[in-house]
Each structure stands twice: as structure tokens, then as C-alpha cells.
């Protein structure tokens, strides 16, 4: 027994060594530009734009984006922001000019009532939303990252507003990307192993910012 | 709609109106045009008044919980003793979350949204009385709020952020003796366990017996975390001069602070510093530092938002006529604080929370806004105090000169102000009203005490102008009075307190009981009297009980609108 635990360490060291260098290889390269936008309406994509801004990393943003505006790619069209609709692009024009497809859709998964109330969404129509725009990028190749960084309170029961929005997205997902407490249950961990998708777990949402560096360069 | 008759015959209108003597000049179309203006983040309003300000000396503060969706209960929590090594659990609250009254009750369910964070407690813990923040504690400790919104990239929705707004003002309310101390303990938590998740920029008017404090918090941005040894929130307090007035209208009032003025300012040490490293401040600008301008900037006026943030303004101009405010002057020029030209009484402050902004540029009943019965609630294109949206509202009195038990009182209004009543807590009180902890949005209870505010407030909806007399006649017998009675109670409380304070508690406790249940009563009654008299918009006297029913007057220049508007609409003929 007193050799086994040692040992077993070893292991479980060896294990997490692999598992780093095998997460470290196995992180996606994708290309810009990319639209980042929100899976449930909560403020965890004001969160995750912000990351972008300090990795240095151009993007367009859209709270509610359907097929056709991914379809129009940077610049959405010249849609603007208005009551319930907000757009935004920092996207450099220069090197991806109006209309260029979308390598990258990055989705912020968190529910929040108040914020798809302020958007004119109930959860049927924001999974009917995500479900139809999902499609899209499946169809156009389009790389799809879920990210939750919203931790444990931004989790529930399975049928609850999260996990509903969860359900919509994380499944179809090329990569995902969750901080630890939001993977308390293990649910993304078992999710991404059933469908073999790329799971890198943070700390804190400042891990993120390595990570989209390396991903979007 | 005919666009060819629409110059001409907008005029038409314009005109009927300004015949009826209701359309106030300088206002006109740039006003209408607001009435499509999206109000957004825009909530409550908090009023704090120094102590040398007030005709009896309290030191007041205000919060008009304007939410329109959010839970409005209360719970008073006692007093406690605890352990040495013992923790506290930090609990993550969200302002706006509800729940189902099958499922339970607010003040309870809230803790199954563990933030993860256990701190170390402290050995007493104050008794307080508390709705969606710490209102006013046994030392006399009370608290008004205000959201102010911060710089985007300072938001902080992330988990690394243990302390929300509401959890904040609970420890602060329950450790501290003293405003300043309250302002330490909030601020030195929020540093140290990150501030933010639920909430951004907030405002929480702070005071004792003594002083009011304005205290500005903010988050840090979500990329901070507890182990980067950076404070985990950015803050700001100013003291309002002792014998001035001030108020938070959702926009961040602090502007320059000397922290060597101890007296006056305090400051987490991040609080330029930060600025500088967010990009919000160049120290080689030659400006000095400014924190609302650094974090929370407003910009525009009274005026050039069409009365979307009048508030600022109106106050200014109803504690202070003399200074000649003008509504042009952009908000973030407006002073922080001003001495009123006379001295203020609790009920000056009731009644600056029912503020309408009635004779103003802002007025919400000018012209036909406000329908045949001025009705200030069809018109929503200008933010006025008094917005009809509050859960409820609160007056707080803390006073020098009496034992805390006694001197610190928190007026609870439930629902819309105009069409409440003001009940008191005492500071000593060992329970509140159970009407007062129960009762949602969603479903209709006699049990609530919320619902019998809002019971009569729905039938005053029917001939505003009419019944809103009703309401006042109902307001004089049993707010006014009771005020005019506060010397007497306390008299009372105060000899029995001299014998054994806990006979005082009792008391107090008593009284305010009582005095909630007459008056929750009272309006449950007025409710169903108000149905009876304006009942499908007749004029029924219950007392004579005759056979002619008479009718609310419909003013003729109404009627002229009404026939304008005809015009106006009326087909293009070819």
C-alpha cells in the first residue's frame, strides 16, 4: 500500500502531463474573422468581447444574429444597433473587408431572463435562434466555439434556462472552452468525451485570452 | 396616415391644445419626438439630506426601488454573537431573480446561490431590517441606492467576483456602527473578494446620525482575479456637507476628491490608478481627476435628452429655486451637493419622492399626454422620480439626540409613491409586519401587503385626476398624521426605554405593527371604495345611494384634441 500511493501519484502526474501537452496539440487553429455573439443573452459575451480586445484579436459582435446576417459576414449586412438589436465590428477591413465570410462563430453561453426580455426573446425562440444559426455554420463550415465562463450560478437542474442553452450549443460545438466551477458536475467534460469535441478547462476568464490567441491567429 | 395633411393639420393640433392652455411653451415637438426614446438602466433614485439640512435634524436618505419586476419583501434579521474561527457565508444576489411563491419566498431561496466564499466572521453582528438591500440597522446605519452603470470593460459578470450589491449592503449593515464604518467594511470586502457578477457601477447613499455619505463602487473588469494581489473593485465616498442636500438619479456623483481630506473623502487605492491603466485618465492632461468622469460618464443635460435624465435637475431646482438651476447645463456640471433654501423636513422628502415634475419643461401631463384625467403614467418619454415603477420606497431618518433604538426609523412605501402611504420601522423594532415579507409580482394576494397598495393604485388609474383626491384624503389621515405623531411616540418610547430598553422594542415594535395593519386596512378599503365610485367611469356616491349617476368632467380641450386628431387622421380625398 505504502508503494501504491507513490505510484498511483506518478500516474495521475503522468496522466495531467499528457493531458496538457494532448490539450495544448489538440487546440484548434482557426483563421479570422470571426462574429462573436451570445447563447441565452446573459453578460458573459460583453465578457468574452473584452477578452478578445486585450488578446488583440478583431471581431464583429451581434447580441441576436440569425443565418442571413452570418451569411453577410463582416459588417453584418451594415446592420446597426437599435431597440433589442445591438452590432458592433472591430473587425480590421483592411485584411477582411464588408461581407467576408465568418471563419468563427463564438458563442458566450449564460441565460438571463432580463437580457433576452430586453431582446424581444423567450428561451423557445433563443433556441430556435441558435438552433438555426448552429446550422448554418455546420453547412458553411464555419468553426463553432461555446465558451462558459459564467461559472456555477450560470449552471442549474438539466431543463433549467442554462442547461437548456447549454443544450442548444455546447453538443454542436468544435471547441469548448469552460472555467472549472461551470464544470463543477463534470457536464461539459462528459459531453465533449461523448462527442469528441476539444474541451479546454480555465480557471478564470482570464485564461481565455491565451487561448484565443493561440486559436485565432 | 395622410403626410400631405400632416404639417398643416399637426398644427391644428398643436394649436387646439395650445387654445386649452395645457401646452407649455419651449417644449413641443423635440418632447413629443421623446416619446419614443428607449429608457434604458435607468432605475432608482436615491435623496440624501445632512443632518443641519433637516428641520429636526436627521440625517435622511431615500431609495426608490424602481424595478417594476423585482421581488418586494422585507425581513428583519437579529442581532447575533458568534464564534471565535466561525465564517460567514457569501451568498450571490441577484437583484432582479424571483421565484414562484409555490416554491418559496425570496429571503430564503436566495441561498441556494452559493458564491462559493466563505469569510471570516465577525464577533456581533447588528440587528437590521432589510428589502433588496440593508435598510437601516440598530445603530442607526441606514442605506438608499442608486444603480450609476460603469465603463463597459469594467464589468465583471464573472465568478471571480464573490460580492454582489444586495449581499454587500447586508454585511455592511451588519458589521458597522457608523457610516464611515460601513463604507470601510463594504469597500475592504469588495477590494479583497472581487465586486461585481450581478451588478456594475452602484451608488449607495450611506448615513448615521450623523453624516451622509455617497459611495460609488465599481467592478474592475472580468479578466481580474484574487490571486493578481490587485484590489478587486474601485470605489469613491464623498460626504455630504452637513447642512446641504444631494441625489443619485442613476448617474455616478462623484467628481474630484482630495483623499487628504479625510474628512470628507474616502478612497479604495486603486481609485486613480485604475483610470489610468483602463485608459479613462491621462494624469498628463493637466485636468485634474475626476471620478465620474473617469468611470461613469453621463453625458447631456436635462434638456438635450428630452428630460431623460431630468431628475438631476429637478431636484436641484425643487430643493433650491433661488439658485435658478437651468435644465441646459449638462448634468455632469451640476454641483454634487447644495445648501436648499429652507430647511427640510421628513415629509418635504415623501413628497420629492412622488416628484412628477408637474409646471416643468418635463411635465408628463402636458398638453394631451396625460389623456382627459392627467394621468402621469401614459407618458413615459421623460424620467421622472415618480415613475410608477417602484416596488417600493423608503425614507430613512436617523437621529441624533435618541437612543438608536428610537432615533433611526425607515418609511416604507409600497408600490407607486402617489399612490402609497409611508409606514414606519423603528430601528429597535425585533420584527416586522408579516405582510411585509410576502408576496410577488405574479400572483395576487390578499396576505401581501404590496397587493393592497397596488389594489387601490389600479383604480386610481381609471380618472387619475379625480381619484389621485381620494388617494391625498387618504395620505393626510393616515401618513401625515402619523408623522405630525412621531414626537409623541418617541416620548413614549423613550420613558420606557429610560426604564428597560426592551420595553421600548416591544413597544416600538408594537406600534409599527399596528400602525402597518390599519393602514394596509385602510387602503384595501380605499381600494374597493375607489371601484365603487369611478366604477365604468360614472361618478357613484355611496352615500346618497340616488338614481342619477354623474360622470367625470371631460375637459373641453380634450375634446378639441380629439376632434384635431380627427383631422389629422382623416383619409386624403382625390
Same mark, same amino acid.
Not at chain 1, 480586445?53 to 446576417?69: H, K, L, N, Q, W
Given at each position: 500500500?505504502?508503494?501504491?500511493?507513490?505510484?498511483?501519484?506518478?500516474?495521475?502526474?503522468?496522466?495531467?502531463?499528457?493531458?496538457?501537452?494532448?490539450?495544448?496539440?489538440?487546440?484548434?487553429?482557426?483563421?479570422?474573422?470571426?462574429?462573436?455573439?451570445?447563447?441565452?443573452?446573459?453578460?458573459?459575451?460583453?465578457?468574452?468581447?473584452?477578452?478578445?480586445?486585450?488578446?488583440?484579436?478583431?471581431?464583429?459582435?451581434?447580441?441576436?444574429?440569425?443565418?442571413?446576417?452570418?451569411?453577410?459576414?463582416?459588417?453584418l449586412g451594415g446592420r446597426e444597433s437599435?431597440?433589442?438589436?445591438?452590432?458592433?465590428?472591430?473587425?480590421?477591413?483592411?485584411?477582411?473587408?464588408?461581407?467576408?465570410?465568418?471563419?468563427?462563430?463564438?458563442?458566450?453561453?449564460?441565460?438571463?431572463?432580463?437580457?433576452?426580455?430586453?431582446?424581444?426573446?423567450?428561451?423557445?425562440?433563443?433556441?430556435?435562434?441558435?438552433?438555426?444559426?448552429?446550422?448554418?455554420?455546420?453547412?458553411?463550415?464555419?468553426?463553432?466555439?461555446?465558451?462558459?465562463?459564467?461559472?456555477?450560478?450560470?449552471?442549474?437542474?438539466?431543463?433549467?434556462?442554462?442547461?437548456?442553452?447549454?443544450?442548444?450549443?455546447?453538443?454542436?460545438?468544435?471547441?469548448?472552452?469552460?472555467?472549472?466551477?461551470?464544470?463543477?458536475?463534470?457536464?461539459?467534460?462528459?459531453?465533449?468525451?461523448?462527442?469528441?469535441?476539444?474541451?479546454?478547462?480555465?480557471?478564470?476568464?482570464?485564461?481565455?485570452?491565451?487561448?484565443?490567441?493561440?486559436?485565432?491567429? | 396616415?395622410?403626410?400631405?395633411?400632416?404639417?398643416?393639420?399637426?398644427?391644428?393640433?398643436?394649436?387646439?391644445?395650445?387654445?386649452?392652455?395645457?401646452?407649455?411653451?419651449?417644449?413641443?415637438?423635440?418632447?413629443?419626438?421623446?416619446?419614443?426614446?428607449?429608457?434604458?438602466?435607468?432605475?432608482?433614485?436615491?435623496?440624501?439630506?445632512?443632518?443641519?439640512?433637516?428641520?429636526?435634524?436627521?440625517?435622511?436618505?431615500?431609495?426608490?426601488?424602481?424595478?417594476?419586476?423585482?421581488?418586494?419583501?422585507?425581513?428583519?434579521?437579529?442581532?447575533?454573537?458568534?464564534?471565535?474561527?466561525?465564517?460567514?457565508?457569501?451568498?450571490?444576489?441577484?437583484?432582479?431573480?424571483?421565484?414562484?411563491?409555490?416554491?418559496?419566498?425570496?429571503?430564503?431561496?436566495?441561498?441556494?446561490?452559493?458564491?462559493?466564499?466563505?469569510?471570516?466572521?465577525?464577533?456581533?453582528?447588528?440587528?437590521?431590517?432589510?428589502?433588496?438591500?440593508?435598510?437601516?440597522?440598530?445603530?442607526?446605519?441606514?442605506?438608499?441606492?442608486?444603480?450609476?452603470?460603469?465603463?463597459?470593460?469594467?464589468?465583471?459578470?464573472?465568478?471571480?467576483?464573490?460580492?454582489?450589491?444586495?449581499?454587500?449592503?447586508?454585511?455592511?449593515?451588519?458589521?458597522?456602527?457608523?457610516?464611515?464604518? !460601513?463604507?470601510?467594511?463594504?469597500? =475592504? #470586502? /469588495?477590494?479583497?473578494? %472581487? &465586486?461585481?457578477?450581478?451588478?456594475? *457601477?452602484?451608488?449607495?447613499?450611506?448615513?448615521?446620525?450623523?453624516?451622509?455619505?455617497?459611495?460609488?463602487?465599481?467592478?474592475?473588469?472580468?479578466?481580474?482575479?484574487?490571486?493578481?494581489?490587485?484590489?478587486?473593485?474601485?470605489?469613491a465616498a464623498e460626504r455630504v456637507p452637513?447642512?446641504?442636500?444631494?441625489?443619485?438619479?442613476?448617474?455616478?456623483?462623484?467628481?474630484?476628491?482630495?483623499?487628504?481630506?479625510?474628512?470628507?473623502?474616502? !478612497?479604495?487605492?486603486?481609485?486613480? =490608478? #485604475? /483610470?489610468?491603466?483602463? %485608459? &479613462?485618465?491621462?494624469?498628463?492632461? *493637466?485636468?485634474?481627476?475626476?471620478?465620474?468622469?473617469?468611470?461613469?460618464?453621463?453625458?447631456?443635460?436635462?434638456?438635450?435628452?428630452?428630460?431623460?435624465?431630468?431628475?438631476?435637475?429637478?431636484?436641484?431646482?425643487?430643493?433650491?429655486?433661488?439658485?435658478?438651476?437651468?435644465?441646459?447645463?449638462?448634468?455632469?456640471?451640476?454641483?454634487?451637493?447644495?445648501?436648499?433654501?429652507?430647511?427640510?423636513?421628513?415629509?418635504?422628502?415623501?413628497?420629492?419622492?412622488?416628484?412628477?415634475?408637474?409646471?416643468?419643461?418635463?411635465?408628463?401631463?402636458?398638453?394631451?399626454?396625460? *389623456?382627459?384625467?392627467?394621468?402621469?403614467?401614459?407618458?413615459?418619454?421623460?424620467?421622472?422620480?415618480?415613475h410608477g415603477l417602484a416596488e417600493y420606497?423608503?425614507?430613512?431618518?436617523?437621529?441624533?439626540?435618541?437612543?438608536?433604538?428610537?432615533?433611526?426609523?425607515?418609511?416604507?412605501?409600497?408600490?407607486?409613491?402617489?399612490?402609497?402611504?409611508?409606514?414606519?420601522?423603528?430601528?429597535?423594532?425585533?420584527?416586522?409586519?408579516?405582510?411585509?415579507?410576502?408576496?410577488?409580482?405574479?400572483?395576487?394576494?390578499?396576505?401581501?401587503?404590496?397587493?393592497?397598495?397596488?389594489?387601490?393604485?389600479?383604480?386610481?388609474?381609471?380618472?387619475?385626476?379625480?381619484?389621485?383626491?381620494?388617494?391625498?384624503?387618504?395620505?393626510?389621515?393616515?401618513?401625515?398624521?402619523?408623522?405630525?405623531?412621531?414626537?409623541?411616540?418617541?416620548?413614549?418610547?423613550?420613558?420606557?426605554?429610560?426604564?428597560?430598553?426592551?420595553?421600548?422594542?416591544?413597544?416600538?415594535?408594537?406600534?409599527?405593527?399596528?400602525?402597518?395593519?390599519?393602514?394596509?386596512?385602510?387602503?384595501?378599503?380605499?381600494?374597493?371604495?375607489?371601484?365603487?365610485?369611478?366604477?365604468?367611469?360614472?361618478?357613484?356616491?355611496?352615500?346618497?345611494?340616488?338614481?342619477?349617476?354623474?360622470?367625470?368632467?371631460?375637459?373641453?380641450?380634450?375634446?378639441?384634441?380629439?376632434?384635431?386628431?380627427?383631422?389629422?387622421?382623416?383619409?386624403?380625398?382625390?
Open positions: 500500500m505504502t508503494k501504491r500511493i507513490p505510484l498511483g501519484l506518478a500516474a495521475v502526474a503522468a496522466l495531467g502531463l499528457a493531458f496538457l501537452v494532448a490539450g495544448q496539440q489538440a487546440l484548434p487553429k482557426v483563421g479570422l474573422p470571426i462574429l462573436t455573439t451570445s447563447a441565452g443573452q446573459s453578460t458573459d459575451v460583453t465578457t468574452l468581447n473584452i477578452v478578445l480586445e486585450d488578446a488583440g484579436i478583431a471581431y464583429d459582435y451581434c447580441d441576436v444574429p440569425t443565418p442571413e446576417m452570418v451569411a453577410d459576414g463582416v459588417g437599435g431597440p433589442g438589436f445591438h452590432v458592433e465590428s472591430t473587425t480590421d477591413l483592411a485584411k477582411s473587408p464588408a461581407g467576408t465570410p465568418y471563419k468563427a462563430v463564438i458563442f458566450a453561453i449564460g441565460a438571463s431572463l432580463k437580457g433576452m426580455g430586453a431582446s424581444g426573446l423567450t428561451l423557445d425562440s433563443e433556441e430556435a435562434r441558435l438552433k438555426k444559426v448552429i446550422e448554418f455554420c455546420k453547412q458553411k463550415k464555419i468553426f463553432v466555439m461555446a465558451v462558459h465562463i459564467g461559472g456555477e450560478s450560470k449552471r442549474g437542474p438539466a431543463g433549467s434556462d442554462n442547461e437548456r442553452m447549454i443544450d442548444a450549443v455546447a453538443p454542436l460545438a468544435d471547441y469548448l472552452v469552460v472555467t472549472k466551477d461551470s464544470n463543477k458536475d463534470g457536464r461539459f467534460t462528459k459531453l465533449a468525451a461523448a462527442k469528441k469535441i476539444p474541451l479546454t478547462e480555465i480557471e478564470y476568464a482570464l485564461g481565455l485570452v491565451d487561448i484565443v490567441k493561440q486559436v485565432f491567429q | 396616415m395622410n403626410f400631405k395633411r400632416l404639417i398643416p393639420f399637426g398644427l391644428t393640433l398643436v394649436l387646439a391644445v395650445l387654445l386649452a392652455g395645457h401646452a407649455p411653451a419651449g417644449t413641443g415637438q423635440s418632447a413629443l419626438a421623446a416619446a419614443d426614446a428607449v429608457i434604458a438602466g435607468e432605475g432608482c433614485t436615491s435623496i440624501l439630506v445632512g443632518r443641519d439640512a433637516s428641520v429636526d435634524g436627521s440625517v435622511m436618505t431615500t431609495h426608490t426601488c424602481d424595478c417594476g419586476t423585482c421581488d418586494w419583501t422585507w425581513r428583519h434579521v437579529p442581532a447575533a454573537d458568534h464564534k471565535t474561527g466561525s465564517t460567514r457565508t457569501v451568498y450571490h444576489i441577484s437583484q432582479y431573480k424571483t421565484w414562484p411563491p409555490a416554491e418559496g419566498l425570496k429571503w430564503d431561496l436566495y441561498k441556494k446561490d452559493l458564491a462559493g466564499l466563505e469569510i471570516p466572521q465577525v464577533a456581533h453582528t447588528y440587528a437590521y431590517h432589510h428589502g433588496m438591500f440593508g435598510y437601516m440597522n440598530e445603530k442607526q446605519v441606514s442605506i438608499g441606492e442608486s444603480t450609476i452603470g460603469c465603463q463597459r470593460k469594467m464589468q465583471n459578470s464573472t465568478p471571480a467576483a464573490k460580492l454582489d450589491l444586495s449581499m454587500l449592503t447586508l454585511l455592511g449593515i451588519e458589521r458597522a456602527a457608523t457610516a464611515r464604518e !460601513a463604507i470601510q467594511v463594504m469597500g =475592504s #470586502l /469588495a477590494e479583497k473578494y %472581487g &465586486y461585481g457578477f450581478h451588478d456594475d *457601477g452602484e451608488m449607495l447613499a450611506v448615513a448615521d446620525a450623523k453624516e451622509a455619505w455617497i459611495f460609488e463602487i465599481m467592478p474592475v473588469g472580468p479578466l481580474w482575479t484574487p490571486e493578481s494581489g490587485k484590489p478587486g473593485a474601485v470605489w452637513d447642512d446641504e442636500v444631494s441625489v443619485c438619479p442613476n448617474e455616478s456623483r462623484i467628481g474630484e476628491i482630495d483623499l487628504a481630506n479625510k474628512d470628507v473623502f474616502m !478612497a479604495s487605492p486603486n481609485v486613480v =490608478s #485604475l /483610470a489610468v491603466e483602463m %485608459g &479613462y485618465y491621462d494624469p498628463k492632461s *493637466g485636468k485634474p481627476f475626476s471620478f465620474k468622469r473617469a468611470y461613469s460618464p453621463v453625458e447631456g443635460s436635462a434638456m438635450s435628452t428630452n428630460g431623460r435624465i431630468q431628475r438631476l435637475w429637478r431636484f436641484f431646482d425643487l430643493v433650491a429655486p433661488s439658485k435658478k438651476f437651468k435644465p441646459e447645463t449638462p448634468n455632469m456640471d451640476l454641483p454634487f451637493s447644495v445648501k436648499p433654501d429652507k430647511k427640510i423636513s421628513v415629509q418635504d422628502v415623501m413628497a420629492m419622492t412622488r416628484d412628477r415634475s408637474y409646471g416643468t419643461p418635463f411635465d408628463p401631463v402636458q398638453g394631451i399626454r396625460g *389623456g382627459p384625467f392627467k394621468n402621469p403614467n401614459y407618458y413615459r418619454g421623460t424620467r421622472v422620480i415618480d420606497s423608503t425614507v430613512t431618518q436617523s437621529r441624533a439626540g435618541f437612543p438608536d433604538p428610537i432615533g433611526g426609523i425607515v418609511w416604507i412605501a409600497f408600490g407607486s409613491q402617489d399612490t402609497s402611504c409611508y409606514m414606519p420601522l423603528y430601528a429597535g423594532m425585533t420584527e416586522i409586519p408579516k405582510s411585509f415579507m410576502v408576496g410577488d409580482h405574479w400572483t395576487f394576494s390578499r396576505d401581501s401587503v404590496r397587493w393592497a397598495f397596488d389594489y387601490a393604485d389600479f383604480h386610481v388609474q381609471v380618472a387619475y385626476s379625480e381619484a389621485i383626491k381620494d388617494v391625498q384624503a387618504a395620505q393626510a389621515k393616515y401618513e401625515t398624521e402619523l408623522v405630525q405623531r412621531t414626537p409623541e411616540i418617541d416620548q413614549q418610547a423613550l420613558a420606557l426605554y429610560k426604564k428597560k430598553p426592551a420595553k421600548a422594542a416591544e413597544f416600538l415594535t408594537g406600534f409599527a405593527i399596528n400602525n402597518a395593519t390599519t393602514v394596509t386596512n385602510a387602503w384595501w378599503k380605499l381600494g374597493d371604495d375607489l371601484l365603487v365610485k369611478y366604477n365604468r367611469l360614472y361618478l357613484y356616491n355611496a352615500e346618497k345611494r340616488g338614481f342619477s349617476r354623474g360622470q367625470p368632467a371631460t375637459p373641453d380641450w380634450w375634446k378639441k384634441a380629439a376632434r384635431a386628431f380627427d383631422i389629422l387622421m382623416e383619409p386624403d380625398k382625390k
